[in-house]
């Protein structure tokens, strides 16, 4: 899992780990009964850290870099072993080197259903899965919260733990969102970019940083997806009546190619035939039903002869205007049949009917047969 040389008798003068494995977390540097020489080497290289543990508790940390252990830059430990300055002896100590790159498509899922409250379907069971990717980002929380005192610790280790971490809070996300089914699609980017949001804080309680976390697919049961895909057929079919008598075409053309089949083949046919024809007589009546209009029965109206609103035939007034609309009649003066009252002539004998004449000076009405206005004189 790593290179390293301690050699030259029992004293460790290079210290150092070459991961061989881009999933190992943390590499306890194998010390054994060895002491680690004063002004050993210390070489850290890019993405890990160095750690050294004095009897179970953390001391110094080195970042990348080319380091030469003395008193001088290993305070921590100096102190803790009580050295007075310029100790130059071999000591012990423990070295884990811990992996700070990013761990890069790990996988999470949903191994139960997700129960939700969809506002179409009502009750509905998610499924989903994607990936994420983190990295140490505190060496020392790490050490503390998950490591322990193994030689060892890689992503298997602490993977199951993530997983459901990931999934408590996406189903909580999901739940809020209150987003339809039929749109979670369009929404896995913003889904995906709270859901990380909402990681931050767990993950680090361990150390880690959640560098992305990403929504592949949510999925619908079976049976939730079979009942969509049918509804969306009958969209595209339309008038269902129509498609009925398309499909009774079509079983009559296929029973026609069948010239085979003895008697019984006959028989069959003329059953399938007698059924196709109902089924035929059924869409054409249920067609001529839906084409002939059904009669009204909203009672016949007219214009009302002084505002024009359409009122009931035998209104006696119109109930927008309140004038009455039962016309007056009048016997002619010359035949005396009854004519409309107003009418300037008789319709039966072409009389010419005598009215009152106004006064076109003072507005008096005045007899048929005046000639002068009664009250100003004025000729009429």
Known sequence: MGIFNFFKGQFIEVIEWTDQNSNTMVYRFPVQ??????????IVRESQVAIF?????????????????????MPILTKLKSWKTGFNSPFKAEVYFVNTKQFINQKWGTSNPIMMRDPEFGMIRLRGYGIYSYKVSEPVVFLKELFGTNSSFDTSDVESHLKKMILSGLTDLFAESQIPALDLAMNYD??????????KERFSKFGFEITSLYIENLSLPKEVEQAMDKRT????????????????????????????????????????????????????????????????????KISCPHCQAQIRANAKFCPECGKTVQQQTVPC?????????????CGECGAQQLTEKKCQSCGTVNGPTAKFCGDCGETL
């Open 190 to 199: 913003e889904l995906s970019t709270q859901g990380k949001e909402k990681m």
């Open 333 to 345: 003066v010359s035949c005396k049949v009854d004519i409309k009252e107003g009418s300037k002539f």
């Open 53 to 73: 543990v004095n009897e179970g508790e953390i001391a110094d940390v080195f970042l990348p870099g080319h380091h030469m252990l003395y008193t001088q830059n």
């Open 233 to 300: 057929t009958m969209g595209v079919l339309g008038d269902m009546n129509t498609y009925t008598q398309y499909q009774a075409a079509e079983a009559i053309r296929e029973a026609a190619r069948n010239e085979g089949g003895g008697m019984a083949a006959t028989g069959a046919g003329i059953g399938a035939g007698a059924a196709i024809g109902n089924a035929m007589a059924g869409a054409f009546t249920t067609n001529q039903q839906q084409a002939i209009p059904p009669a009204s029965t909203e009672p016949a």
């Open 33 to 42: 009964n060895n002491e680690i020489k004063m002004g050993a080497s210390l």
